[in-house]
């Protein structure tokens, strides 16, 4: 089957709304407890946080394993407020 110019400009553009997400699921699993971290802390995020942030958007799968982390994290600092005194 021959793509008509028209699908191929489509598919293009598809493509390209996906091409700013440098990571795949494995790295963005390496960093995520980090970018849950800096999230938590405010700390800004560094170029390879941003990454993992653009990643969870275009990613429903990693994005549900962000927010079960990210509950988690708060939940550990709920249960040991003396953890958290630290200057
Ligand atoms: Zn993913």
Redesign the pocket.
């Known amino acids: 089957m021959a793509l008509t110019n028209e699908q191929i400009k489509t598919l293009l553009s598809l493509v390209c709304t996906t091409c700013d997400d440098s990571l795949?699921?494995d790295g963005?699993y390496e960093r995520v407890a980090e970018f849950a971290e800096a999230e938590l802390t405010g700390r800004p995020l560094c170029e390879a946080l941003c990454a993992v942030r653009t990643?969870l958007k275009n990613?429903p799968?990693?994005a549900d394993e962000y927010r079960a982390l990210l509950a988690a994290l708060e939940e550990l600092k709920q249960a040991g407020p003396e953890a958290s005194q630290e200057c």
């Open positions: 795949d699921c963005c990643h990613c799968c990693c």
